[in-house]
C-alpha cells in the first residue's frame, strides 16, 4: 500500500462530525461546501479552524478578513451533506438559511452553527487552514452526523 493510501486510512479512523462551510460571496450570493476539517482551537478568545482544498472551486470567496459559518449537520441531515460535496452548482438552492450577524449563511435547523470572523489565513500543504473567531454560536438539539472510515455512521 502507497504511504498516502496508508495517510488516508489512517486518518480516517479518526471519527468526525460533518459540516456545510459556508460563506458569501461579494455579490452576497451563499456558497458552501461540506467538511469534516473543523476544529475548536481556544477558548479565550473563541477560535475554531477548519481547511479547504486549494481545487475547490469556491476557494476563492473563503478569503482574509472574510467570515464563515460552520453549520454543524444532524444524522438526518446526511442528504445536505452529499449536497454539498457533490453539487457542482446551485447548493443553496431551495435550502432554509439566514444570514447571521456578519452575514454568514446559517442553515435552518443545523445542530448548531458557530458563526466566525477569519482571523487568520494559512496556505498549508494542500489546503487553506481559516482560523476563525467565533462571533456567534446557535445550538439545536438532536445527534450528529458522523464521518469514519470513508463512510456516514452515526453514535451508538
Ligand atoms: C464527509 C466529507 C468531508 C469533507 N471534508 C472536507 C474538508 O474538510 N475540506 C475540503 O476542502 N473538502 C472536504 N470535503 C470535500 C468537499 O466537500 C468537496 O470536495 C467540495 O464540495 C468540492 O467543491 P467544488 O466541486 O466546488 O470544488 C469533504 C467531503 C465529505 C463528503
Known amino acids: 500500500m502507497s504511504s498516502a493510501a ?13 459540516a456545510v462551510l459556508a460563506t458569501r460571496a461579494a455579490d452576497g450570493i451563499p456558497h458552501g461546501l461540506t467538511i469534516n476539517s473543523f476544529s475548536s482551537i481556544s477558548l479565550d478568545p473563541p477560535l475554531v479552524m477548519v481547511a479547504i482544498a486549494h481545487d475547490c472551486s469556491i476557494l476563492e ?67 487553506r487552514v481559516l482560523i476563525g473567531e467565533v462571533v456567534d454560536m446557535r445550538i439545536g438539539d438532536g445527534r450528529p452526523l458522523v464521518f469514519f472510515s470513508g463512510g456516514y455512521t452515526g453514535l451508538m
Not at 77 to 84: G, Y
Open 6 to 18: 496508508l495517510f488516508r486510512l489512517a486518518c480516517g479512523r479518526f471519527a468526525t462530525g460533518v
Open 61 to 127: 470567496h473563503f478569503g482574509e478578513n472574510g467570515f464563515y459559518a460552520v453549520n454543524i449537520l444532524r444524522e438526518e441531515q446526511i442528504d445536505l451533506s452529499i449536497r454539498f460535496a457533490e453539487l457542482p452548482e446551485g447548493r443553496f438552492t431551495g435550502i432554509a438559511w439566514t444570514p447571521g450577524l456578519v452575514g454568514a449563511p446559517l442553515i435552518e435547523d443545523a445542530l448548531a452553527v458557530l458563526e466566525c470572523r477569519t482571523v487568520q489565513s494559512v496556505e498549508v500543504g494542500d489546503h
